[in-house]
């Protein structure tokens, strides 16, 4: 498998370095998403993947072809990008590259300041490389659950990949 570049600030920084970030994840972000959710909302217990930013620096840096697994995800878009950097969803469940997903999908355009949430749990996305090599993303991504999708649902392997342990 190639190896994808991509960048993170963890949780741990976030806290530290942006405290009010790290506060609205579990305040009025957390508040946000249980509007928007048709059941109570709570923020991951596990602080390594609560309210991380995603960075892309350049055009060969990007984000993957995946679903989530936890039910709702909450992206605060930091800077804005005309083209590149796109989030890109596929409306086929089953799409399993990024061929198929972009044979049929919707297009969401970085906005900084834009908030949105979703259940990206059957609906692969993936993120389009920029276009300049002098362009960066950033996107805090914030990982949120439910009594019917609780964080205990969360596969263990993938705590293995992310992180190295369960």
Avoid at 110 to 122: E, T, V
Wanted: net charge negative; glycine share 6%; hydrophobic share 35%.
């Amino acid at each position: 498998m190639r190896h994808i570049a991509r960048g993170r600030v963890h949780a741990y920084q976030v806290r530290s370095r942006l405290p009010w970030l790290y506060a609205s994840y579990y305040g009025t972000f957390l508040e946000l998403a249980g509007v928007v959710c048709g059941e109570k909302v709570t923020p991951a217990s596990d602080d390594r993947y609560s309210v991380v930013l995603n960075v892309q620096r350049g055009a060969q840096m990007r984000f993957e072809c995946h679903i989530d697994s936890n039910p709702l995800t909450g992206l605060l878009f930091c800077t804005d990008h005309v083209t590149g950097g796109e989030l890109v969803f596929a409306h086929d469940a089953a799409a399993a590259s990024i061929a198929d997903v972009e044979r049929d999908c919707s297009v969401v355009r970085p906005s900084a300041g834009h908030l949105i949430f979703f259940d990206a749990r059957r609906y692969p996305h993936y993120v389009r490389p920029l276009t300049h090599a002098s362009d960066m993303r950033v996107v805090a991504v914030m990982n949120y659950y439910t009594e019917s999708c609780p964080e205990s649902s969360r596969p263990p392997e993938l705590n293995r990949h992310l992180y190295g342990d369960e």
